[in-house]
């Protein structure tokens, strides 16, 4: 079983940054992809970007794509979400996670492993 710790979220005013970590309790092939996730309150939990661990393959939503930036320390086990430009609509619970293979960009269900969430609010 991996575990996955998120932190680092917050509040910032629109315009702003945030930086997400995600550290997992091992690297193995079920966490070969590391996603994050979010989910705005009363809406569907949706993909905002996505990293192959092994090469490095980025994968962004394109509501994101340009201002977060999705990366990873092997030695430390940790993802992590810089978010740049943040608007009001990136309100949301952000979630870490895990998959054995790309699926889980296109299939939720594919995902293995959930963090805990950490919010993350943006003011006009």
């Known amino acids: 079983q991996v575990q996955l710790v998120e932190s680092g979220g917050g509040s910032v005013q629109a315009g702003g940054s945030l930086r997400l970590s995600c550290a997992a309790s091992?690297?193995?092939?079920?966490?070969?992809?590391m996603y994050w996730f979010r989910q705005p309150v009363g809406k569907e939990r949706e993909r905002v970007a996505a990293?192959?661990?092994?090469?490095?393959?980025?994968y962004y939503a394109d509501s994101v794509r340009g201002r977060f930036t999705v990366s990873q320390d092997i030695a430390k086990k940790t993802v992590y979400l810089q978010m740049n430009s943040l608007k009001p609509e990136d309100t949301a619970i952000y979630y870490c996670?895990?998959?054995?293979?790309?699926?889980?960009?296109?299939?939720?269900?594919?995902?293995?492993?959930w963090g805990q969430g950490t919010q993350v609010t943006v003011s006009s």
């Open positions: 990293i192959y661990t092994r090469t490095g393959t980025k």
């Open positions: 996670a895990a998959g054995p293979s790309i699926l889980g960009w296109y299939e939720i269900e594919s995902v293995n492993y």
């Open positions: 091992a690297y193995t092939g079920s966490t070969a992809y």
